[in-house]
T-cell receptor
């Protein structure tokens, strides 16, 4: 149980276009979802926290207008990278918390590799 | 601020060797500490955790002890297997928050 999927697993897009990444909790309801970004050989950096039905809370330094997060249902959160540029190329990982599991339990998706050309 | 420092990898071992992956942290207050493992092509999975000083987390033969005096949470396993090859992340979470702060990850490669 507690499976989180991401789609797509990898995407290549052209500079200036937008790309949407989906994060789904497959067998539980996720009251809170988290989006992370990981650079090569670096740790996961939390970008934002989203609660179902409310606006996301962004970490300091993360551009809200560039990284649009929507948590429209208890099983789906989306991250849209708007007007992507090569510096947005990275590995994006989501995680989900059910609210009924232990406070520490975050279930992670496999990640999405974004390459902007 | 809060931060986690892990030893750089890759760590290369032969099967049945003893494993130690060092992790130290800096935090305000009394954080909870975690080890996550990421197998190839999969998401991070919680391996073990400890929520207060001197607690020992253990799972699948892995252990780590929360050492407040040395601000450390080193991961150990007495006899590694090829199937343990993965990337291991040390992380902390401050009390009352859900935000995880991760180390850079350490890749473990175990050969037969």
């Amino acid at each position: 149980g507690a499976v989180v999927s991401q789609h797509p697993s990898w995407v290549i897009c052209k500079s200036g276009t937008s790309v949407k990444i989906e994060c789904r909790s497959l067998d539980f309801q996720a009251t809170t979802m988290f989006w992370y970004r990981q650079f090569p050989k670096q740790s996961l950096m939390l970008m934002a926290t989203s609660n179902e039905g409310s606006k996301a809370t962004y970490e300091q330094g993360v551009e809200k207008d560039k990284f649009l997060i929507n948590h429209a249902s208890l099983t789906l959160s989306t991250l849209t990278v708007t007007s992507a540029h090569p510096e947005d190329s990275s590995f994006y990982i989501c995680s989900a918390h059910s609210g009924t599991s232990g406070i520490y339990e975050q279930y992670f998706g496999p990640g999405t590799r974004l390459t902007v050309t | 601020g809060n931060s986690v420092t892990q030893m750089e990898g890759p760590v290369t071992l032969s099967e049945e060797a003893f494993l130690t992956i060092n992790c130290t942290y800096t935090a305000t207050g009394y954080p909870s500490l975690f080890w996550y493992v990421q197998y190839p092509g999969e998401g991070l999975q919680l391996l073990l955790k400890a929520t207060k000083a001197d607690d020992k987390g253990s799972n699948k033969g892995f252990e780590a002890t929360y050492r407040k005096e040395t601000t450390s949470f080193h991961l150990e396993k007495g006899s590694v297997q090829v199937s343990d090859s993965a990337v291991y992340f040390c992380a902390l979470m401050n009390t009352g928050f859900q935000k995880l702060v991760f180390g850079t990850g350490t890749r473990l490669l175990v050969s037969p």
